[in-house]
Protein backbone atom coordinates (compact mmCIF):
# COMPACT_ATOMS: atom_id res chain seq x y z
CA UNK A 1 0.00 0.00 0.00
CA UNK A 2 1.69 3.56 -0.92
CA UNK A 3 1.79 5.98 1.52
CA UNK A 4 -0.77 8.56 -0.39
CA UNK A 5 -3.51 5.67 -0.39
CA UNK A 6 -2.95 5.74 3.70
CA UNK A 7 -2.96 9.08 3.78
CA UNK A 8 -6.37 9.68 1.88
CA UNK A 9 -7.97 6.44 3.89
CA UNK A 10 -7.20 7.06 6.92
CA UNK A 11 -9.42 8.86 9.02
CA UNK A 12 -10.08 9.18 12.98
CA UNK A 13 -13.06 7.56 13.89
CA UNK A 14 -16.10 9.59 14.94
CA UNK A 15 -17.24 7.35 17.74
CA UNK A 16 -15.10 4.34 19.82
CA UNK A 17 -16.40 1.54 22.48
CA UNK A 18 -14.42 2.43 25.38
CA UNK A 19 -12.69 -0.23 26.99
CA UNK A 20 -14.55 -1.65 30.18
CA UNK A 21 -11.83 -0.95 32.64
CA UNK A 22 -11.31 -4.11 35.50
CA UNK A 23 -11.76 -3.66 39.34
CA UNK A 24 -9.12 -1.40 40.06
CA UNK A 25 -6.32 -2.44 42.78
CA UNK A 26 -5.88 -0.86 45.93
CA UNK A 27 -5.01 2.15 46.37
CA UNK A 28 -1.38 3.13 48.19
CA UNK A 29 -1.09 3.98 51.13
CA UNK A 30 1.62 5.31 53.67
CA UNK A 31 2.68 2.01 54.02
CA UNK A 32 3.31 1.22 49.96
CA UNK A 33 6.90 1.30 48.88
CA UNK A 34 7.15 3.07 46.05
CA UNK A 35 9.52 2.22 43.38
CA UNK A 36 9.14 -1.76 43.99
CA UNK A 37 7.18 -4.74 42.01
CA UNK A 38 6.02 -7.34 44.49
CA UNK A 39 6.55 -10.92 43.60
CA UNK A 40 2.87 -11.16 42.19
CA UNK A 41 3.99 -8.60 39.45
CA UNK A 42 2.59 -5.22 40.70
CA UNK A 43 4.13 -2.38 40.77
CA UNK A 44 4.42 1.01 42.48
CA UNK A 45 5.84 3.99 40.51
CA UNK A 46 5.33 7.78 40.27
CA UNK A 47 3.85 9.13 37.43
CA UNK A 48 6.57 10.86 35.09
CA UNK A 49 4.46 13.62 34.56
CA UNK A 50 3.27 14.35 38.28
CA UNK A 51 5.06 13.01 40.52
CA UNK A 52 2.44 14.04 42.84
CA UNK A 53 0.26 10.63 41.60
CA UNK A 54 1.13 6.98 42.43
CA UNK A 55 0.95 4.46 39.45
CA UNK A 56 -0.10 0.61 40.67
CA UNK A 57 0.34 -1.53 37.04
CA UNK A 58 -1.00 -5.04 36.73
CA UNK A 59 -1.84 -6.89 33.74
CA UNK A 60 -4.83 -4.87 33.61
CA UNK A 61 -3.12 -1.77 33.09
CA UNK A 62 -2.07 1.08 34.43
CA UNK A 63 -3.55 2.84 37.53
CA UNK A 64 -3.10 6.65 38.49
CA UNK A 65 -3.90 7.34 42.18
CA UNK A 66 -4.29 10.78 43.83
CA UNK A 67 -4.32 9.73 47.31
CA UNK A 68 -7.16 6.95 47.61
CA UNK A 69 -8.86 8.46 44.43
CA UNK A 70 -8.46 6.91 41.31
CA UNK A 71 -7.70 9.78 38.39
CA UNK A 72 -6.76 7.35 35.33
CA UNK A 73 -6.20 3.98 33.69
CA UNK A 74 -4.47 3.30 30.50
CA UNK A 75 -4.97 -0.28 29.25
CA UNK A 76 -2.36 -2.32 28.84
CA UNK A 77 -2.24 -2.95 24.81
CA UNK A 78 1.07 -0.81 23.63
CA UNK A 79 -0.68 -0.28 20.10
CA UNK A 80 -3.81 0.39 20.85
CA UNK A 81 -4.04 2.27 24.22
CA UNK A 82 -7.21 3.71 25.68
CA UNK A 83 -6.15 5.97 28.81
CA UNK A 84 -8.98 7.36 30.31
CA UNK A 85 -8.92 10.52 32.46
CA UNK A 86 -11.54 10.53 34.93
CA UNK A 87 -11.09 14.32 36.14
CA UNK A 88 -10.97 15.67 32.79
CA UNK A 89 -13.71 12.58 31.64
CA UNK A 90 -11.79 11.64 28.15
CA UNK A 91 -10.81 9.08 26.76
CA UNK A 92 -7.41 9.29 24.80
CA UNK A 93 -6.60 7.58 21.88
CA UNK A 94 -2.70 6.31 20.84
CA UNK A 95 -2.80 3.18 18.29
CA UNK A 96 -0.02 2.25 16.19
CA UNK A 97 -0.71 0.29 12.67
CA UNK A 98 1.96 -1.03 11.11
CA UNK A 99 1.45 -1.99 7.28
CA UNK A 100 3.46 -3.81 5.15
CA UNK A 101 3.45 -2.88 1.43
CA UNK A 102 6.08 -3.37 -2.02
CA UNK A 103 7.89 -0.23 -0.34
CA UNK A 104 8.85 -1.57 3.20
CA UNK A 105 7.10 -0.72 6.25
CA UNK A 106 3.95 2.02 6.55
CA UNK A 107 3.35 2.82 10.38
CA UNK A 108 -0.20 4.82 10.90
CA UNK A 109 -0.47 6.61 14.05
CA UNK A 110 -3.67 7.60 15.23
CA UNK A 111 -4.57 10.48 17.89
CA UNK A 112 -7.66 11.81 19.25
CA UNK A 113 -9.45 12.62 22.26
CA UNK A 114 -13.15 11.06 23.16
CA UNK A 115 -15.48 11.72 25.89
CA UNK A 116 -16.64 8.99 28.36
CA UNK A 117 -19.19 7.69 26.26
CA UNK A 118 -17.05 7.20 23.44
CA UNK A 119 -17.86 10.51 21.20
CA UNK A 120 -15.21 12.68 19.63
CA UNK A 121 -14.26 15.70 20.29
CA UNK A 122 -14.14 17.91 17.35
CA UNK A 123 -10.73 19.13 16.79
CA UNK A 124 -8.89 16.80 18.71
CA UNK A 125 -8.15 14.12 16.28
CA UNK A 126 -4.93 13.41 13.85
CA UNK A 127 -3.99 10.95 11.70
CA UNK A 128 0.27 10.15 11.45
CA UNK A 129 2.02 8.35 8.49
CA UNK A 130 5.64 7.39 8.62
CA UNK A 131 7.67 5.49 5.88
CA UNK A 132 11.20 5.45 5.89
CA UNK A 133 12.58 9.29 5.77
CA UNK A 134 8.77 10.66 5.51
CA UNK A 135 6.49 11.39 7.74
CA UNK A 136 3.08 13.13 7.60
CA UNK A 137 0.35 13.94 10.75
CA UNK A 138 -2.89 15.41 9.55
CA UNK A 139 -5.21 16.48 12.29
CA UNK A 140 -8.64 18.28 12.62
CA UNK A 141 -7.29 21.56 13.91
CA UNK A 142 -3.83 22.74 11.58
CA UNK A 143 -4.58 21.13 9.02
CA UNK A 144 -1.20 18.44 7.67
CA UNK A 145 2.08 19.11 8.49
CA UNK A 146 5.17 16.97 6.47
CA UNK A 147 9.16 16.37 6.97
CA UNK A 148 11.32 14.70 5.17
CA UNK A 149 14.62 13.61 5.40
CA UNK A 150 16.22 13.34 1.89
CA UNK A 151 19.96 12.76 3.26
CA UNK A 152 20.72 11.89 7.04
CA UNK A 153 21.98 15.61 6.77
CA UNK A 154 19.44 17.96 4.65
CA UNK A 155 15.70 17.63 5.83
CA UNK A 156 12.35 19.78 4.41
CA UNK A 157 9.48 20.52 6.17
CA UNK A 158 5.90 21.76 4.79
CA UNK A 159 3.32 22.97 7.46
CA UNK A 160 -0.07 23.22 5.47
CA UNK A 161 -0.92 27.34 4.98
CA UNK A 162 -5.02 27.61 4.61
CA UNK A 163 -4.28 30.90 2.80
CA UNK A 164 -2.41 29.27 -0.30
CA UNK A 165 -4.89 26.05 0.34
CA UNK A 166 -7.77 28.31 -1.13
CA UNK A 167 -6.10 28.65 -4.50
CA UNK A 168 -4.54 25.25 -4.67
CA UNK A 169 -5.26 22.21 -6.79
CA UNK A 170 -7.25 20.00 -4.42
CA UNK A 171 -5.05 16.77 -5.68
CA UNK A 172 -1.66 18.71 -5.11
CA UNK A 173 -0.94 16.85 -2.10
CA UNK A 174 -1.63 13.58 -3.73
CA UNK A 175 0.72 14.34 -6.68
CA UNK A 176 3.23 15.41 -4.34
CA UNK A 177 3.49 12.58 -2.01
CA UNK A 178 3.78 10.38 -5.41
CA UNK A 179 6.74 11.96 -6.58
CA UNK A 180 8.50 11.81 -2.98
CA UNK A 181 8.46 8.04 -3.16
CA UNK A 182 10.28 8.04 -6.08
CA UNK A 183 14.02 7.24 -5.83
CA UNK A 184 14.69 9.89 -8.15
CA UNK A 185 16.07 13.31 -6.38
CA UNK A 186 14.79 15.31 -9.00
CA UNK A 187 11.12 13.69 -8.37
CA UNK A 188 11.43 14.29 -4.81
CA UNK A 189 12.06 18.26 -4.99
CA UNK A 190 9.38 18.59 -7.64
CA UNK A 191 7.22 16.46 -5.44
CA UNK A 192 8.69 19.34 -2.64
CA UNK A 193 7.89 22.20 -4.87
CA UNK A 194 4.09 21.47 -5.95
CA UNK A 195 3.82 21.46 -2.01
CA UNK A 196 5.16 25.30 -1.46
CA UNK A 197 1.62 26.04 -3.53
CA UNK A 198 -0.44 24.62 -0.27
CA UNK A 199 2.33 24.62 2.21
CA UNK A 200 4.83 27.04 3.75
CA UNK A 201 8.45 24.70 2.84
CA UNK A 202 11.42 25.19 5.61
CA UNK A 203 14.84 23.35 4.82
CA UNK A 204 17.03 22.39 7.28
CA UNK A 205 20.60 21.31 7.72
CA UNK A 206 21.61 19.27 10.89
CA UNK A 207 18.33 20.71 12.19
CA UNK A 208 19.12 24.49 11.43
CA UNK A 209 16.49 26.01 9.59
CA UNK A 210 18.45 27.06 6.09
CA UNK A 211 17.62 29.70 3.45
CA UNK A 212 17.24 28.19 -0.49
CA UNK A 213 19.94 30.07 -1.72
CA UNK A 214 22.39 29.25 0.72
CA UNK A 215 21.31 25.10 0.68
CA UNK A 216 21.77 25.46 -3.13
CA UNK A 217 25.76 26.70 -2.49
CA UNK A 218 25.93 24.03 -0.16
CA UNK A 219 24.69 21.27 -2.61
CA UNK A 220 27.04 22.57 -5.57
CA UNK A 221 29.82 22.92 -3.04
CA UNK A 222 29.08 19.17 -2.56
CA UNK A 223 28.98 20.27 1.71
CA UNK A 224 24.87 18.11 1.95
Known amino acids: MKIQELFESASVPQKIKPFKMPTPPK?????????????????????????????VSNGAGHYAFDGQRLVRWTSPMPQYKQIHDFVQRTITIDADTTVKGTQGEVVVNQKAVYDLQGNLKQGTGS?????????????????????????????????????????????????????????????????????????????LVNGKATHPNELLTMIKNGKV
Open 27 to 55: APDATTSVGRTTDDGVSYQKDKTNPKLIV
Open 127 to 203: IGVSAGGLAVRVNDKDGFNMSYYITDVLQMRVKQNNRKMQNANPNSVKKAMAMMQSKDLNSVMRGFNLLNTVGDVKW
